[in-house]
């Protein structure tokens, strides 16, 4: 039986045996002897002793509490021998022998807080040290997260509290996964002594040049004052410096919050057939649509996150400059940019030459033409085109293309030979140089070269019909099934010769377009009314009454708190009330009532409603 003793190391007890212990004491004694007169020496062998003893604790348990000679043996393996640092210029031959018969313990990764690199608890570098990975990619993930719901902030709470501070040596080393031995213990602690030094020494060199200022008695008040104001603007700069990077960072979020929200935005788009209809009809090809996009996203976010970064590196106080991932954001941009400009450039040249086909009409000459729609409902169903789809066009112009400054808009129509472009007509009247009625169709198209243009303004389909004194309009034009896109359009010109007269049936309303007339009447106001066309130009008939109802809406426009009053004649016995949207008038002739919608005119029994279309104005 062995004699055992019990000694205390690093504030750990340890029962031993004494063979055990006359080797450990001389072992110790001598890595002592070794730093005595190194700087930081005790600070080495309290690390020492320290990581001796959480090795020592780790060969222990319930059933084994006495050191024995092995233990000790393995621990000088570890940590090494005192011959490996005392002799600082080794035999490289036999360090190789000796290296190769020793067999040294894997040193495991632990995580600790780092207290030498930390901004403010140390979790952040201690996690980029366990991990091996750039300590700034670590903070910028964290501080990202904040504006997820502060979910980072929380994390870092919590791993503050829990994650312990690397505060001895043997801790640092077991964070970067290096071996703890001696020689790495010394290295470390003497590296921190010589940072600790040249900042002692900095700080010494800026307490001297302080004294020296304040002993200075020649510098005037000026002097100082000049130094205040100079360490006031350097303070202030460091603080503007930090909110302008917050600024920049804010804003760069908000802009790629919405650049995101575009994109799948067009993303939910593109899933509805009718967007996708019209991305086939437009661009060449589907491919340049996605390409398209892709280049978009590239133009502007790069910037986006160039601003991103900029403004996190001003918040966070970083140096740290990345030659390549400039230069890479920059090639990046670049190729968004020439993708952009490709894309456009194609696309754009298939719009960028007109063409049109006009044809000239005879007409049935008459004293009075009576013209009116056909609103082309057998079209319209053949073609699948609904009165809702019309609607959503209407009030919400997402899912057909309008035409700006213009009444042309769009739809797809769909029938067994494909998808075929469909749009509105537009009817315009002017005086004719001769005697006769005549009428010009002009079909308009774009295209790559004129030629072309022509050729896609030929597939335009349009027709109208003569009966006796009545000329019918289709209301739209089709384009042959599967043609592209191309600002396809329709306007016809009826030329009336003078003393000629024209009737305009009420659904011509949103059909004529700018019709120049004497009275400067707006086109939703000419309708359901005779025109003569004169010598200065067109002249209304029947247009009495026409300015005092003008005239009432227009008072009724300026004041909206008398939107409703009642006149009473009575001498003639008439009563007129006017109410909000409406015109209600009462005499000999009858019950006239006017309103936005429809005329209602109730006289000797009968009962006439005449139904308005949405007008538009010259």
Known sequence: MNKTVTINISGIIFHIEEDAFEKLSKYLSTIKGYFSKTDGGNEIMGDIEARIAEMLQGKTNATKQVVLMQDVDSVIEVMGKPEEFIDENPNSESENQEEANQSFEQTKKRMFRDPDNKAIGGVCSGIAAYFDVDLIWIRLAMFLLIFFGGVSLWVYIILWIVIPEAKTTADKLAMRGEKIDINNISKTVKEEAEQLKKRMEKYGNDLKDSGSSFKNNNR???????????????????????????????????????????????????????????????????????????????????????????????????????RWLNLGMGVVWLIGLF????????????????????DQYSLVQKDTLYLTLNDNQKLRSDLQITEESEKRKRYFNKRHVVIANSDNSYYIGKNQNGNQIVGHAELNIVPASGDQFEMIVVKKSRGETREIAADNAKAIKYNFEQQDSLLVFDELFTVNPNEKFRVQQVKITLKVPRNKVIYLDNSLASFIYDVENLSNTYDREMVGRR????????????????????????????????????????????????????????????????????????????????????????
């Open 339 to 358: 993708i952009v400009i490709y894309i456009g450039v194609t696309t754009g040249k298939e719009f960028s030459s007109d063409g049109k086909i006009k």
């Open 220 to 322: 005037n008040f000026f002097d100082k004052l000049g130094d205040f104001i100079k360490e006031f603007m350097f303070l202030f700069g460091r603080v503007f410096a930090r909110l302008v990077g917050l600024v920049l960072v804010i804003f760069g979020l908000i802009f790629m919050f919405s650049l995101l929200t575009s994109i799948f935005g067009f993303s939910i788009a593109g899933s509805n057939t009718e967007f996708n209809d019209w991305i086939n009809l437009i661009f060449l090809e589907r491919s340049h649509y996605t390409l398209g996009k892709i280049g978009v996203i590239l133009l502007f976010a790069i910037p986006i996150l160039g601003i991103i970064y900029g403004g996190i590196k001003l918040l966070l106080k970083i140096r740290y400059k990345n």
């Open 531 to 618: 025109w003569i066309m004169t010598k200065d130009g067109l002249a209304c008939i029947d247009c009495d009454g026409l300015e005092k109802e003008k005239s009432s809406r227009k008072n009724d426009d300026d004041d909206d708190d008398n939107d409703e009053s009642v006149e009473v004649d009575h001498k003639n016995g008439n009563v007129k009330v006017d109410v909000k949207n409406a015109n209600v008038k009462i005499d000999e002739n009858g019950i006239n009532i006017k309103s936005e919608d429809a005329n209602v005119n109730i006289n000797n029994g009968n009962i006439h409603i005449e139904n308005k279309k949405p007008k538009k104005g010259k």
